[in-house]
């Protein structure tokens, strides 16, 4: 866990009449032997998890770009949290790539690792908890446990927002993203800070065939927003959507594909146009046959499209995990 003279520091840190923010001198004994890149990773790690942690129970997430599970759990983190957020209950994320000081303060081994904190301590290890109704669980016996203050008035707005994303996830789920695009919207403007709102958005447009509106909403963005997964799960969705081709074309593309089975540029264009007609079996048929033959070719570019396919339609999707196993098959036999 982190090392106990650096959490004392940070808390003593925060001791000036009780609850004024800290200087930079008060801080000194925080950083005390760490070099800078240290003393920086524990200063945000001060400001975003300690001193809300006094208060509150923060929810710590260790997770990783590359991190196919991290990715998964991500949405249930942020509903479960987002719905207990009046009960003073925050998510807080440390991307082990960017603080791997503090990963390894936690002695982080595999992720997603996940804790609670109370008070600038870790009080449960929270990683087995997988589904919503485990978290759920999890949490209500800290609740009942800890002296965790109430989220502020603002908080139910968090929530309300989080009921909203999952009505128009359902709406598009169903094939309305007309209709979906326009929930979404509004979340938008509701919570101009909600990674899963923007995402929904950017998916409901491309689900229209609105990409250049779709690309708009993308660029727009506040650019910490950009690297939440669910917006960078979307931006796979859209780059997919810009290889549309009418349907001569894709005939055309289907056609050469079935007549050169060796060309793998042929069969390349092909498994990309198809999965933007919403073909997708035959896209990860394809690509998986390209994989079996050559999983080198172009470095690794089949595998590489198949996995953005994955993560565009959703990492528990169950078409999604069928096809990993197709491909963990012909990986590792």
């Known amino acids: ?5 650096h959490i004392g520091a940070l808390r003593e840190c925060r001791r000036k009449r009780g609850t004024v923010t800290p200087d930079k001198q008060e801080c000194i004994l925080a950083s ?8 920086k990773a524990i200063e945000r790690f001060k400001r975003d998890i300690v001193e809300p942690s006094m208060t509150k129970l923060v929810v710590l997430d260790f997770w990783a770009e590359w991190c196919g599970p991290c990715k998964a759990l991500t949405p249930i983190l942020e509903k479960v949290t987002a719905e207990y957020a009046d ?3 925050i998510l807080a994320k440390v991307n082990v790539d ?4 503090i990963a390894s303060q936690f002695q982080v081994k595999s992720i997603p ?11 449960a290890d929270l990683t087995a908890a997988r589904t919503e109704t485990q978290l759920k669980q999890v949490l209500d016996q800290l609740l009942e446990k800890l002296p965790v203050e109430a989220g502020a008035p603002g908080e139910k707005q968090q929530q309300d927002v ?6 128009a996830e359902q709406v598009l789920a169903e094939g309305d993203a007309e209709r979906a695009a326009g929930v979404f919207g509004q979340i938008t403007e509701m919570a101009p800070d909600n990674a899963a709102g923007h995402a929904g958005l950017i998916r409901a447009l491309v689900a229209l065939g609105e990409t250049q509106e779709a690309q708009g909403v993308l660029d727009g963005l506040d650019p910490a927003l950009k690297d939440d997964p669910l917006i960078q799960a979307a931006a796979s969705a859209l780059e997919l959507a810009g290889t549309t081709v009418d349907e001569g074309e894709l005939q055309a593309l289907r056609a050469a594909a079935a007549e050169r089975p060796a060309d793998m540029d042929a069969q390349f264009a092909f498994a990309e146009a198809a999965y933007a007609a919403k073909s997708r079996d035959e896209a990860a048929d394809t690509l998986l046959a390209m994989i ?3 999983r080198e070719w172009n470095e690794g570019a089949a595998k590489a499209k198949l996995l953005q ?10 078409w999604v995990v069928a096809t990993r196993r197709r491909l963990s098959k012909i990986l590792f036999g």
């Open 1 to 5: 866990m982190l090392r106990k003279a």
């Open 292 to 294: 079996e033959a050559d």
């Open 87 to 89: 009960k003073g209950v």
């Open 32 to 39: 005390m032997g760490l070099n800078i890149d240290e003393q």
């Open 113 to 123: 690792t996940v804790y609670a904190m109370f008070q600038g301590q870790p009080v």
């Open 309 to 318: 396919i994955f993560e565009a339609v959703g990492l528990e999707d169950p």
């Open 162 to 167: 989080t009921q909203f994303i999952t009505m």
């Open 98 to 101: 960017e603080d791997q000081f």
